[in-house]
């Protein structure tokens, strides 16, 4: 069964630091999300993507985080510099044609920043 | 943007009972009701959705029902079992280019034998 591909699992960083997370959808979704999710809470959407295309990133905190599919395959969240509010699990989820199909999850990247 | 509100954010039910979770939205346009089921260190996984032009779907022990007047739907789980422990999310979106899938906080539904 195709699954959305997260890498890595976990990561520690120091804060003031870049850290850099990349997520392979399954083949032939057209669209891709980038969740944050505080333990506890509900993930909160960071970035949409459309083929190669942002279709929503107003929750993005652009001073420090940026997000890219340059070929509308698979993706890198970056955040640079880190803070430790930044510690949170960020899941990769792709559906096969926007918000109204299903969404898949990947295993996500649990960061601590220290 | 869309806002989902959901409620409780804990429940706890005795093995057999039945649990219900009620969500709001707040966009009119919002057509596509998914619940996701995370246990924990796990990812979400859908297991069960619902779409606008229906009013109640049924798998199994679980049944969604939605009422778009009233911008909510709600989420039933009948003769829960310890392994229906987790946290449960809804989520909302519109069919609109552009949209995205907006999640509540979530429920932690806690079943005890």
């Known amino acids: 069964e195709a699954e959305v591909a997260q890498s890595p699992r976990y990561k520690i960083t120091e804060k003031s630091q870049a850290v850099a997370f990349w997520c392979d959808p399954i083949s032939g979704h057209a669209t891709l999300y980038w969740y944050r999710q505080i333990l506890g809470q509900g993930p909160e959407l960071l970035v949409q993507?459309?083929?190669?295309?942002?279709?929503?990133d107003s929750q993005l905190p652009k001073d420090r985080f940026s997000a890219e599919r340059l070929k509308g395959v698979d993706s890198t969240l970056k955040i640079q510099p880190a803070e430790l509010g930044d510690s949170a699990m960020y899941l990769c989820?792709?559906?096969?044609?926007?918000?109204?199909?299903?969404?898949?999850f990947g295993q996500g990247t649990r960061l601590t920043v220290v | 943007g869309e806002n989902v509100e959901q409620h409780p954010s804990t429940l706890s039910v005795q093995e057999g009972d039945s649990a219900v979770i009620k969500c709001t939205y707040s966009d009119s346009a919002s057509n596509y009701f998914p619940w996701y089921k995370q246990e924990l260190g796990k990812r979400p996984q859908l297991i069960i959705d619902?779409?606008?032009?229906?009013g109640e779907k049924k798998d199994q022990r679980i049944a969604v029902t939605l009422n778009k007047t009233a911008k909510h739907f709600s989420l039933h789980i009948t003769e829960t079992q310890p392994e229906d422990s987790a946290v449960y999310f809804c989520?909302?979106?519109?069919?609109?280019?552009?949209?995205?899938?907006?999640f509540g906080k979530g429920t932690t539904l806690s079943v005890s034998s």
């Open positions: 619902i779409r606008s032009n229906v």
């Open positions: 989820a792709s559906s096969l044609d926007g918000g109204n199909t299903e969404a898949f």
């Open positions: 989520a909302a979106s519109a069919n609109q280019a552009g949209t995205a899938l907006i």
């Open positions: 993507f459309q083929d190669e295309s942002v279709v929503d």
